[in-house]
């Protein structure tokens, strides 16, 4: 029974050792005597002081107190690396007193247990709620201000049509309107971050969406800064929503000019890989990888593990909003793909997207309707928007093209303006996404009993989910996103009406 308890104690995958009531070494197993590198011959008989490994600093404080009197200290928490292992690991430590009937405490025990991998999973879950958190936190700002934007724009829009040539105030008008497309894109950076930012997915070559945006990142990364393209030869469909893949390319573009303010080199490449199980991020499968590079000052991994994380910049105060790679992760993120950060300071960065291949042909480019076409109408349109100033705005435009309009603030108030509008027809429903009470899908079902094949057109901010499953809008949903010029608006709702899908994002 003896040999069978010290082939256990010698196989133990935790770290066992006993110390007499002088605090000399009797016996320990590998898994202990590893954590400083030394033999178990080379500590047997040797004091706690001298084979206490610099890991486990608290080693001969706790075990000559325990000898002392007898408490045991269980669970105490340490951290630290060993000559095997520079990174820092975490172990718990409990040391308790040996005892005898006839002569009391005669020595010390031990037990180290390693717990770097759950510390490190409990990190990531913090750092997965907190994200969470913020998240839900910027779709709300995100609903309230897109809709202060909505008001902000249109009436900008609408007082520019209207203004005589070579007004004094037209310059302070256009001022505005750029204010406002910069918060506009703001808002966006906002929602593609907290993952709440609809997708209008579709087949696209990652590789000719780099050669559609080789001029925009020319330019932005100015001409000290050399920029290469090495697109794989290699099929490269994915299935994602060009517009936001776009922005990663332009967050992470505008990083690296940011990193090499004396000049560099910026490499945008693609790359058709197989992962293998759990090596990579993405699991198994094939994906295309597309890969930016710099040669700029890198990161320090402290810098490297926040990298992601909302507001978090190393810009100085007016240069950066932190929001670049929070962005990047949130859109990457909803197209169930992986971004990882390569980084050492000195020697550049470069930041990995693995995002599933698809086999399938990308779908070419098709042109849209002229946007500065206002299309006139006759029908009868209610509107649903508990913000009374983006109500009355959307009221006016439509009214001005020759709809005719009615209005509610809540589900409740529209079901009853329905009722009473009857039996005159009512074509279609416009109505906000979310808002108290009733949201938008419960006040267009409520309006459909009324009126039975009434045409809906959504729009919001922010849409927690009530159209949108998985990112993407739910089959035969016509949205509009908000903030809306009042020619968006016009368009989108002349499309439902006559038929066609509509997603403005």
């Known amino acids: 029974m003896l040999a069978q308890l010290s082939i256990l104690l010698a196989a133990a995958p935790i770290g066992i050792c006993f110390w007499d009531a002088s605090g000399t070494c009797l016996q320990l197993n590998d898994t202990f005597a590893a954590l400083n590198g030394q033999s178990i011959q080379a500590q047997l008989g040797q004091p706690v002081e001298q084979m206490a490994p610099p890991a486990l600093a608290l080693l001969a404080e706790n075990v000559r107190a325990v000898l002392a009197t007898g408490t ?14 520079p990174d820092l690991r975490h172990w718990e430590l409990s040391v308790y007193a040996v ?3 006839e002569a009391g405490i005669i020595g010390v025990g031990a037990v180290v247990v390693e717990i770097t991998s759950r510390r490190r999973l409990e990190a990531q879950l913090l750092q997965s709620q907190k994200m969470e958190s913020v998240g839900r936190l910027a779709g709300g700002i995100a609903h309230d201000f897109n809709n202060l934007l909505t008001v902000i724009q249109g009436c900008v829009n609408l007082a520019q049509t209207s203004l005589e040539d070579e007004s004094p105030i037209g310059a302070d008008l256009i001022e505005i309107q750029r ?45 000290d800064i050399e920029l290469e393209t090495r697109p794989d030869a290699e ?22 000019r ?18 293998v199980g759990s090596q990579q991020p993405g699991g198994e499968g094939r994906f295309v990888l597309l890969a930016v590079s710099d040669t700029g000052a890198g990161m320090d991994d402290e810098t490297r593990e926040h990298a992601f ?48 291949l698809v086999d399938a042909p990308a779908e070419r480019d098709v042109a849209g309707d002229a946007a500065n076409l206002l299309p006139l109408g006759n029908e009868t349109i209610l509107i649903v928007e508990d913000d009374e100033s983006v109500r009355n705005l959307a009221a006016r435009v439509l009214r001005a093209l020759g709809y005719r309009v009615l209005e509610a603030a809540n589900g409740e ?29 419960q006040v267009a079902a409520n309006i459909a009993h009324i009126y039975p094949g009434i045409r809906v057109l959504y729009t919001s901010g922010y849409t927690e989910n009530v159209i949108v499953h998985h990112n993407e809008l739910d089959a035969g949903v016509a949205f509009l996103a908000k903030p809306f010029m009042p020619a968006t608006l016009a368009q989108a709702v002349r499309q439902v009406l006559d038929g066609r899908d509509v997603v403005e994002g």
Do not use: W
């Open 413 to 441: 108030a529209a079901a009853s303006v329905a009722r009473a509008y009857l039996p005159a027809p009512i074509d279609l429903l416009l109505t906000d996404v979310v808002m108290p009470g009733q949201v938008g899908t």
């Open 309 to 356: 994380e909302p507001f978090f910049t190393t810009k100085e105060v007016g240069r950066g909003t932190g929001l670049g790679l929070a962005t990047c992760y949130g859109i990457v993120q909803q197209h169930s793909g992986t971004i990882s950060i390569y980084s050492e300071l000195g020697r550049g960065t470069t930041v990995k997207i693995y995002l599933p």
């Open 179 to 223: 204010a406002a497309a910069r918060a506009s894109g703001l808002t966006q950076q906002l929602l593609a971050f907290a993952r709440k930012r609809i997708m209008s997915p579709r087949v696209i070559s990652v590789n000719r969406l780099i050669l559609s945006v080789d001029t925009l990142l020319r330019r932005l990364i100015g001409e």
């Open 235 to 256: 099929l490269d469909a994915v299935r994602a929503d060009p517009n936001q893949i776009e922005q990663v390319l332009i967050n992470l573009a505008v990083n690296a």
């Open 99 to 101: 005892r005898s009937r």
């Open 72 to 85: 045991p200290r269980i669970d105490r928490e340490v951290s630290g690396s060993t000559p095997s292992s």
């Open 258 to 275: 940011d990193a090499m303010p004396q000049g560099g080199k910026l490499t945008v490449e693609t790359q058709v890989v197989a992962s």
